[in-house]
């Protein structure tokens, strides 16, 4: 691919706001900027710490503080950055798992624990599925953190790639006070759906040696989390074709074939395996941080930081779904009551079948009883050797290496056993939250109807690494320009991803009348084959199936203990656990056969880049102004090599492809003193760049060939760049109280798009899915506000109360994709038009209480099954943190997450078409911070 250069289009400038919601923590170590020596305490003075350093930036900075974050009910620090304006959070489970900024895909986040880039530990579970870019943030543990800042102007020393913000998770430092320390916590958390205890622990400790020259801190966390959370799903809204109506009749531009109960010319949507899910993860997490410094005096410093984190996850998690159809005929048809809504989707549905003697044979409606089992490993290390000189009062340079490592494993073990042949599964979804209600012609508990069983033995690992060094140096100059900033970077960044499947099945039925047989899936030819290893009587094969799931149980809780469905009469279904799979045996996934060609490969990307930033200052009108002004040159090289499947021949060979893309990025951040310390303007117009997720552009390619559907990288996808404008106002009414706004503009160029198109393997036409390169550009308008504000004013008790609220607006134009059969925009993937946090919070010193509440509206989540998006319906979840200082050295705690129970709901294009109802329940934590 030949090399570009793209050139910045300045436009006008724009500026900054930055709520820095501030202060306490677990150690209460942190000092205040001014004097290394003080230990702060108290939310004002870490709201006034807090507030200097976004006054003093130079660039558009959120922050938040370690003990603000202590005093926040925040574990990780996901959560903790839901606190910060313009940031929206993704949760897993219940826990904070990823950030948005500013409405930008999690995935373009850049993300660095002091300075040196995180990897994701997100892996795929199945063939086809791409990895995710986003850092795990549900492992990084809110201990370890000195201060979270969220940069969303860059300038041309900030390494690229984030292309919503770059998140800068600092650590404490040995020589963040001259004082030894040693602190600690042990805390229980109880969900209240799992309804488990579990522990938690954390120490941090640091001294200095060697007369104060060598300071060494070391930080450790441990916990155990029983994460249960249900769902109630509808995983696809789908067309039916009438009885006799050929494919090419029930289309998007073709309705005529549909089935349409109400005659308004449109196919009505019916339930694509409705399902119930009990997800059950009992997950360890380990986390350990360790920095050792040398100074052997004021003019030069040597370090070596090391940041390790671990989950691990034990999955039993219980699932029953549906196997509906998507033709009627004379055997399969719907019952006199089903009916539809306003929203042209089913309301109620029965679907029937006519009892058939070889029911396997049909595929058509029945029940599957699916356990993901196995277990999955996260790990990541960040580690950097560095060093700093002061070389004059004027020149200082410094030097660093660094490397990062991402591990995933995912060793998925699915036991699913099937119960071919129903006579009617009824879905109601008249009640408040319109989930499916399932009614089915078969016990649910009962194992003697399965007549067909799977082994799936799946293991994905993707492993990451970035080894990168670079060179910087700064130069103050003296009077109008302050300061010269220069340096160059050299980063390559490795994904290798493997995915074995090894998949045994044992049916009961076939389509020869009276025969059984037993399947081993094989990847010889670079596609999935179901190969037929052996056959037996199918009343052989439905006795070998019996002497399995006799192991099945009913899991350990009642499905939605804290939600409500309507008056769903399936309490309890068989739990297919990995009992069954011992009984049956754990395919083997390691042989010739067992891996996935399509699904086999290794991304490189090579950058090297340079940067020259200046700083000027001058005093217009007797008032303060600082301008930052500079230019980054990277060049980013892509080696992409998989394999190429020939599906016709039933070959594969390997394959690489090679790209190449130079970019200039401008960036100026201006800052302007209207009334020296209370009243800044900040403006900003900077150009970024970032290179797509390196799943994305592998050469891989995933086929089913029973729904004739896929997904493949593209090799070709471009990197996205941005310029991006800010201008606001920061109002600092006293050291603690401020009011900031901000209006923002990000214009994205090369945005990746998913697209389904028709291509043809094998003599079958599949729908693949991929990803390209937007023609347009999207824009995303935004405006920020921020408050903090405490009412010293006030008599008695009340001068202990205070109010931080912030709010973000965003809208995008210029994004195309529109609604599959809809025809409408979608709107820009993961924005909400409007989110909001709000927190009240008392301090006397002794008890500190803090109330929040966070919410965002409507946004679209991305593709789903049959040509449909998800939508996020808006979510809020209040929150609440109580603590109380014991003597000088001990603080217990409670805090409380999700009070009300909130629940997480998904919809596909239309509040009619209810996809997801997800509860996780509450949880409590509470218990005792010690600091020596």
């Not at 999935?528 to 099945?552: E, G, R």
């Not at 891989?700 to 593209?714: D, F, P, Q, V």
């Not at 729908?767 to 010293?792: C, H, K, M």
């Not at 909001?836 to 991305?862: E, H, P, Q, T």
Request: overall charge neutral.
């Amino acid at each position: 691919m030949a090399s570009k250069v793209h050139l910045w289009r300045c436009s006008s400038a724009s500026a900054a706001l930055i709520i820095a919601l501030v202060t306490p923590t677990l150690a209460h170590a942190q000092s205040t900027p001014s004097n290394p020596d003080i230990i702060v305490s108290g939310i004002r003075q870490s709201l006034a710490n807090a507030l200097n350093t976004k006054r003093n930036s130079d660039q558009v900075v959120d922050a938040i503080s370690a003990e603000d974050v202590g005093k926040f009910p925040d574990k990780n620090v996901g959560e903790a950055l839901q606190r910060i304006t313009g940031v929206q959070i993704q949760r897993a489970g219940g826990e904070g798992s990823a950030v948005s900024i500013r409405g930008v895909d999690p995935g373009l986040i850049r993300v660095e624990i002091n300075g040196q880039s995180t990897l994701s530990t997100a892996a795929g579970p199945a063939a086809g599925s791409a990895t995710n870019p986003a850092v795990e943030f549900r492992d990084i543990p809110a201990e370890f953190i000195s201060r979270l800042e969220v940069v969303k102007s860059a300038t041309a020393d900030m390494t690229e790639g984030g292309l919503g913000g770059t998140v800068r998770i600092i650590t404490r430092r040995p020589f963040d006070t001259k004082k030894d320390y040693l602190a600690g916590s042990v805390q229980g958390v109880y969900g209240t759906l799992g309804d488990r205890l579990d522990p938690k622990f954390a120490l941090i400790g640091s001294h200095l040696f060697a007369h104060d020259t060598l300071g060494v801190l070391l930080s450790a966390t441990y916990e155990k989390r029983s994460l249960w959370y249900d769902q109630a799903k509808t995983t696809g809204w789908r067309q039916i074709r009438q009885v006799g109506a050929a494919a090419a009749t029930c289309s998007q531009t073709v309705q005529t074939g549909c089935v349409d109960l109400n005659h308004d010319g449109t196919g009505d949507f019916y339930p694509d395996i409705p399902r119930y899910a009990m997800y059950r993860e009992r997950t360890e997490r380990y986390a350990f941080n360790g920095i050792v410094e040398w100074r052997p005096s004021d003019n030069f410093r040597l370090f070596f930081d090391n940041t390790y984190t671990r989950g691990q996850q034990t999955l039993n998690s219980q699932l029953m779904q549906i196997n509906t159809f998507s033709a009627l005929t004379s055997a399969l048809t719907l019952g006199n009551d089903t009916s539809v809504n306003a929203g042209n989707a089913a309301s109620y549905v029965q679907f029937q079948q006519t009892p058939v003697a070889n029911p396997n044979s049909t595929n058509a409606l029945g029940v599957s009883y699916r356990n993901i089992n196995g277990t999955i490993d996260r790990q990541t290390y960040t580690g950097t050797l560095g060093s700093e000189w002061h070389v004059s009062p004027k020149l200082t340079l410094r030097a660093r290496g660094g490397y990062s490592w991402a591990r995933a494993f995912n060793d998925e073990i699915d036991v699913v056993g099937t119960q071919y042949g129903l006579t009617s599964v009824t879905v109601n979804y008249r009640n408040p939250a319109g989930a499916p209600n399932i009614s089915l012609s078969t016990d649910p508990t009962n194992p003697a109807g399965i007549n067909n069983l799977q082994i799936q033995h799946k293991p994905r690992l993707n492993v990451q690494t970035e080894r990168n060094f670079q060179f910087d140096g700064d130069y103050d100059v003296g009077g109008f320009l302050k300061q010269v900033k220069f340096g160059v970077q050299r980063r390559v960044t490795d994904l290798n991803s493997i995915y074995h499947d090894g998949t045994v099945t044992y049916e009961g039925y076939t389509a020869t009348s009276g025969v059984g047989d037993i399947k081993t899936r094989t990847w010889a030819t670079g596609t999935a084959v179901d190969a037929v290893t052996s056959t037996a009587t199918n009343a052989a094969i439905l006795s070998q199936i019996q002497s399995y799931v006799k192991y099945a149980d009913l899991g350990d809780h009642n499905f939605f203990s804290t939600g409500n469905i309507g008056s769903t009469n399936i309490q309890r279904w068989l739990n297919m656990n990995m009992a069954i799979a011992n009984a049956a045996g754990i395919p083997s996934t390691y042989g010739t056969n067992n891996w996935s060609p399509g699904d086999t490969y290794d991304v490189k990307q090579k950058n090297w880049a340079g940067y020259v930033s200046t700083k000027w200052g001058f005093t217009p009108f007797d008032r303060n102004l600082a301008v930052v002004v500079g230019a980054r040159l990277i060049r980013m090289e892509t080696i992409a090599s998989g394999y190429n499947i020939n599906t016709s021949a039933g070959t594969f060979a390997p394959v690489t492809f090679t790209g190449a893309h130079t970019y200039v990025l401008p960036s100026a951040n201006l800052r302007y003193e209207l009334v020296p310390n209370k009243l800044i303007l900040r403006a900003t117009a900077t150009s970024v760049a970032a290179a797509p997720d390196l799943a994305k552009i592998a050469p891989s390619m995933s086929l089913n060939t029973i729904a004739l559907t896929g997904s493949r990288g593209n090799p070709k996808l471009s990197p996205y760049t941005a310029q991006q404008y800010d201008l606001g106002l920061e109002w600092y009414i006293s050291r603690v109280n401020y009011l900031s706004a901000t209006f923002w503009r990000k214009d994205i160029q090369g945005f990746p798009y998913k697209l389904a198109t028709t291509e043809n393997y094998n003599g079958s036409d599949f729908t693949i899915s991929t990803y390209y390169n937007s023609a347009a550009p999207v824009q995303i308008n935004g405006f920020e506000a921020g408050l903090v504000y405490g009412f010293d004013f006030l008599p008695g008790v009340f001068k202990n109360m205070g109010l931080q609220a912030n709010y973000t607006y965003a809208k995008d134009r210029g994004f195309t994709t529109a609604g599959y059969y809809s025809g409408q925009a979608l709107g820009f993937p993961g924005l909400s038009r409007h989110s909001y946090n709000l927190s009240a919070f008392y301090d006397d010193g002794k008890l500190n209480a803090r109330v929040s509440y966070n919410w965002r509206s409507r946004y679209n989540i991305g593709p789903e099954r049959d040509n449909l998006n998800a939508f996020g319906r808006p979510y809020g979840q209040w929150d609440a943190s109580f603590s109380y200082k014991i003597g000088d050295h001990f603080t217990g705690f409670v805090d409380l997450v999700n009070i009300t129970g909130a629940q997480r709901i998904e919809d596909e294009e239309s509040a009619y078409r209810v996809s997801t109802v997800e509860t996780y329940g509450r949880r409590v934590y509470f218990g005792v911070r010690a600091k020596m």
